[in-house]
């Protein structure tokens, strides 16, 4: 897809949309990803879940300066793309037209941390590295923690500063998450830090720092993971009923178990809770019995629909996992990588030397194709989606389209569908109890037509 000229397209939106400064139409019109550095921006800003388990800013005590400072750093108001803040800090690395700036691209796996992690356990050596080498005082990464919600359990970002803290996030967390309380601690807390974070996160770092020369010398490394999509806490609830764990306290929860003896994409949801006898009791249910195509976009928030970036490109690395033939037979898993920073090439390098990592490089072509379903997505579904808003929508660098077959026109509007229709049905399935009967049929009507366009494409194509 072309990008849109940045200058026209603005003035064609402050045209039609001069009201409101730009973090309010986010909020209002519900693309707020609730990453909380508007926070940074004004404190009198709220950041919370709502009732559909999303985080989203609460602007009712910000002032109107508040908001436009606000404005600022929001990774879906009107400011720089994902393109020109990379061109900023990665100037003399190659490009490529989905992929981003970058200096080298590859595929391994860490020999130490490659079972424990979702895919190859990458950036768990990266920031064991980053830490034993004294590059960095605290990493921050999703990791879970005890809440006071009906599950007593939660996963949010965490400051650390030791390889074993690192060791328990190092798996993936389907969860919604925030910066908000770990940038606090960087501006109470002297020091360098390494952060993690999917791409529209990213963004918003680079716009924070940008204006805030603290977060700018503090945040020294900003590594992302390549997202396909966030999931709303409503998801997790799904995954407990799917895998039939009794109402109540779970004491621990992985997304991504791996079964060591199949393939890489062949995983659980594994939840342990205590029983009456105060044994560990092992729930678990496997993708089949989960029976969701991840491209459905259950439970995924509204702003995921309108984001662009795919390889997390304002990072200084991005790691995804390795959806290819010739690693996705492996169950133990494979990560690819996406390197900007050249620092990280010292690191990767010197991880192959010492046996710490199985490495190997990789061509842009190979990058691309592991992620095409998310490119598509975000591509050409997007510039359908951005055709046929009748309302305010974030500025993106995909021209508006509607130019496509009807069959992909369908399937893209059952999907706004189902990301819509699931929130409600599973808020009004943990309103009234009975494990998922109340969410399967209130669902039940989107599959039957999605499930014949995926034939009728596999006919046709």
């Known amino acids: 897809m072309d990008a849109v000229c940045g200058s026209e397209y603005l003035k064609f939106?402050?045209?039609?949309?001069?009201?409101?400064?730009?973090?309010?139409?986010?909020v209002n019109h519900g693309y707020c990803i609730g990453c909380g550095v508007c926070k940074v921006a004004d404190p009198a800003i709220e950041i919370s879940l709502n009732r559909y388990g999303e985080y989203v800013a609460n602007?009712?005590?910000?002032?109107?300066?508040?908001?436009?400072?606000?404005?600022q750093v929001c990774p879906f108001a009107t400011n720089a793309n994902e393109t020109e803040l990379a061109e900023e800090v990665f100037d003399e690395q190659m490009q490529h037209e989905v992929i981003g700036r970058f200096s080298g691209l590859f595929a391994g796996y860490s020999l130490n941390d490659r079972e424990s992690g979702s895919s190859g356990g990458v950036m768990t050596y990266i920031i064991k590295q980053l830490l034993e080498s004294k590059k960095i005082d605290y990493a921050i990464l999703a990791r879970p923690r005890i809440a006071s919600n009906a599950r007593g359990m939660e996963f949010a970002f965490d400051v650390v500063s030791s390889e074993l803290e690192v060791t328990s996030g190092a798996t993936s967390f389907y969860y919604p998450v925030t910066?908000?309380?770990?940038?606090?601690?960087i501006a109470e807390n002297p020091g360098r830090y390494a952060i993690t974070g999917v791409p529209c996160f990213h963004k918003a770092l680079r716009l924070l720092k940008r204006q805030n020369p603290l977060y700018r010398e503090r945040i020294q490394y900003?590594?992302?993971l390549v997202c396909g999509q966030m999931k709303s806490a409503l998801y997790f609830e799904y995954l407990l009923r799917r895998a039939d764990v009794p109402a109540g306290k779970v004491e621990s929860a992985c997304f991504r178990r791996k079964d060591l003896e199949s393939r890489a994409d062949e995983y659980f949801f594994e939840a342990t809770t205590r029983g009456e006898d105060k044994k560990q009791v092992v729930y678990r249910a496997g993708n089949k019995q989960i029976g969701i195509n991840w491209g459905i976009g259950l439970f995924k928030p509204k702003a995921c629909d309108y984001c662009d970036d795919v390889f997390a490109e304002t990072a200084d690395i991005a790691v995804?996992?390795?959806?290819?033939?010739?690693?996705?037979?492996?169950?133990?898993?494979?990560?690819?990588?996406?390197?900007?920073?050249?620092?990280?090439?010292?690191?990767?390098?010197?991880?192959r030397e010492t046996g710490g990592l199985y490495l190997e490089s990789i061509n842009t072509e190979d990058i691309v194709k592991s992620q095409q379903g998310g490119i598509n997505h975000r591509r050409k579904g997007l510039a359908y989606r951005l055709s046929i808003s009748k309302n305010w929508m974030p500025t993106k660098r995909i021209r508006p389209s509607s130019d496509f077959p009807l069959l992909f026109k369908l399937e893209q509007i059952i999907r706004l569908a189902f990301r819509k229709s699931s929130r409600h049905a599973m808020a009004m399935q943990i309103k009234i109890g009975s494990?998922?009967?109340?969410?399967?049929?209130?669902?039940?009507?989107?599959?039957?037509?999605?499930h014949v366009i995926q034939r009728l494409k596999r006919i046709i194509l």
């Open 179 to 185: 910066y908000s309380e770990v940038l606090v601690f």
């Open 320 to 351: 995804m996992d390795g959806w290819l033939p010739q690693y996705v037979r492996d169950g133990k898993g494979t990560s690819l990588i996406v390197v900007r920073d050249r620092r990280f090439l010292d690191i990767l390098s010197s991880g």
């Open 13 to 26: 939106r402050a045209y039609m949309f001069p009201s409101k400064l730009d973090i309010e139409q986010v």
């Open 222 to 224: 900003q590594l992302g």
């Open 435 to 450: 494990r998922l009967l109340i969410f399967d049929i209130l669902t039940a009507w989107l599959f039957i037509p999605y």
């Open 59 to 71: 602007l009712s005590n910000s002032s109107k300066n508040g908001r436009r400072v606000a404005s």
